[in-house]
């Protein structure tokens, strides 16, 4: 099937920085991804939806100021994380929908942690 | 909102029929049951989906009820690699302009020895 990688897996950064977390389409093309949210034992949360060459689409709650989302090219979309805080840390998933059949490839996950 | 009920966790012997039942009562006619599943700490995993016919493929196998209120998926000789939190979906498809995935809480499959 189709692939989605992200970068990085695993990420540790001090209160107060930004971190940015890739979202790549390996052999497809995407005009869509969308990013979500993990917490421990919870289910994963619909962030955003990000579009190519458009503003993302955020769900209710979210801040967009706080999340910057960048669709610069039909297969990168980009997540970042700024000023990031203690609470902000989480498992962060983004995905595409295939080239074909519709259903939607997930990346291996970024974990944060802020210190 | 997810628009699906699952049981919180089951558990199921390692070779015998895994059957993961979903409650989808409110499912439209252009949207489809999708099930994934998420091995802790990983990216979730598609496994299949479905309309209205059953579904078979190399992982498991999608029973869906006639009037399309509920489905259950099948893995028939559950392995202790099986063990994970498994998502019903109901989800509007389409290609590359297909609807976004609201997750519920899913089951919590553990498959014991």
């Known amino acids: 099937g189709a692939v989605v990688s992200q970068h990085p897996s695993r990420v540790i950064c001090k209160s107060g920085t930004s971190v940015k977390i890739e979202c790549r389409s390996l052999?497809?093309?995407?005009?869509?991804m969308f990013w979500y949210r993990q917490f421990p034992k919870q289910s994963l949360m619909l962030m955003a939806t990000?579009?190519?060459?458009?503003?993302?689409?955020?769900e209710q709650g979210v801040e967009k100021d706080k999340f910057l989302i960048n669709h610069a090219s039909l297969t990168l979309s980009t997540l970042t994380v700024t000023s990031a805080h203690p609470e902000d840390s989480s498992f962060y998933i983004c995905?595409?929908?295939?080239?074909?059949?519709?259903?939607?490839?997930f990346g291996e996950g970024s974990r944060l942690t802020v210190l | 909102d997810a628009k699906t009920t699952q049981p919180t966790s089951m558990d199921c012997a390692e070779g015998r029929a895994a059957n993961l039942p979903c409650n989808h009562s409110?499912?439209?006619?252009?949207?489809?049951v999708y099930w994934y599943r998420q091995i802790h700490s990983q990216g979730p995993q598609y496994i299949i989906h479905?309309?209205?016919n059953n579904e078979t493929n190399e992982m498991a196998s999608l029973i869906i009820t006639e009037d399309r209120k509920s489905s259950t998926l099948i893995l028939p000789h559950a392995t202790l690699r099986d063990t994970a939190v498994y998502y019903c979906?109901?989800?509007?498809?389409?290609?590359?302009?297909?609807?976004?995935?609201?997750f519920g809480q899913g089951t919590e499959l553990s498959v014991k020895p």
């Open positions: 995905s595409a929908p295939g080239p074909t059949s519709g259903e939607l490839f």
């Open positions: 052999d497809f093309q995407a005009t869509t």
């Open positions: 990000s579009n190519e060459g458009s503003k993302a689409t955020y």
């Open positions: 409110t499912i439209s006619g252009n949207e489809y």
């Open positions: 479905g309309l209205k």
């Open positions: 979906i109901v989800r509007v498809s389409g290609g590359n302009q297909g609807g976004k995935l609201i």
